[in-house]
T-cell receptor, first 109, second 114 residues
Framework: RKEVEQDPGPFNVPEGATVAFNCTYSNSASQSFFWYRQDCRKEPKLLMS???SGNEDGRFTAQLNRASQYISLLIRDSKLSDSATYLC??????????FGSGTQLTVLP | DAGITQSPRYKITETGRQVTLMCHQT?????MFWYRQDLGHGLRLIYYSAAADITDKGEVPDGYVVSRSKTENFPLTLESATRSQTSVYFC?????????????FGPGTRLTVL
């Protein structure tokens, strides 16, 4: 079983739609969680950190449920520029990041 | 502001050859990392370094060697390349503060082993 699991998609949504990605992690000792974004053939970039209380950054909302070991990312009012692969990431005490395989999103005009 | 750079960006080599991938960062970040990315596996950690002269294995270290004599450089060497090492390799760095978990990635090196 992978340590971080995501639905690979692809998710194809129209502009303006709301889309949600889910992720589960198996290591209960994981301390920090993130969503990274990766555009085709480019390097991953941090989208946002995920906090237990939930956090929002503009159109993006991330939630963490430690009891269920579950992380989510909600994107509202999708833009064409949101098309990318979204990587769910956990981190332990040694700063090592564990990446999910990614969920591919395509926003259609 | 160069940030973090990798060279070469593309490399084709043959089975059995030694290959070194270079990584250089200008931020003086303490931590540096090497990942490989393959379809179906996502990014997997090969080696990481907490500071100059301190390195440690990640999830998939076999067949790779690293060194870090200077804070800004973290080269990755494939001692005897195999076809299974065909991949995209990303170098990353992060600061050392307790809350500084964000990793900044280089543009990647696409390696093909024939």
């Amino acid at each position: 079983r992978k340590e971080v699991e995501q639905d690979p998609g692809p998710f194809n949504v129209p502009e303006g739609a709301t889309v949600a990605f889910n992720c589960t992690y198996s290591n209960s000792a994981s301390q920090s969680f993130f969503w990274y974004r990766q555009d085709c053939r480019k390097e991953p970039k941090l989208l946002m950190s995920v906090y237990s209380s939930g956090n929002e950054d503009g159109r993006f909302t991330a939630q963490l449920n430690r009891a269920s070991q579950y992380i989510s990312l909600l994107i509202r009012d999708s833009k064409l520029s949101d098309s990318a692969t979204y990587l769910c990431v956990s981190s332990g005490s040694a700063r090592q990041l564990t990446f999910g395989s990614g969920t591919q999103l395509t926003v259609l005009p | 502001d160069a940030g973090i750079t990798q060279s070469p960006r593309y490399k084709i080599t043959e089975t059995g050859r030694q290959v070194t991938l270079m990584c250089h960062q200008t931020w003086s970040h303490s931590y540096m990392f090497w990942y490989r990315q393959d379809l179906g596996h996502g990014l997997r950690l090969i080696y990481y370094s907490a500071a100059a002269d301190i390195t440690d294995k990640g999830e998939v270290p076999d067949g790779y060697v690293v060194s870090r004599s200077k804070t800004e450089n973290f080269p990755l060497t494939l001692e005897s390349a195999t076809r299974s090492q065909t991949s995209v390799y990303f170098c990353a760095s992060s600061r050392s503060g307790r809350r500084d978990n964000e990793q900044f990635f280089g543009p990647g090196t696409r390696l093909t082993v024939l």
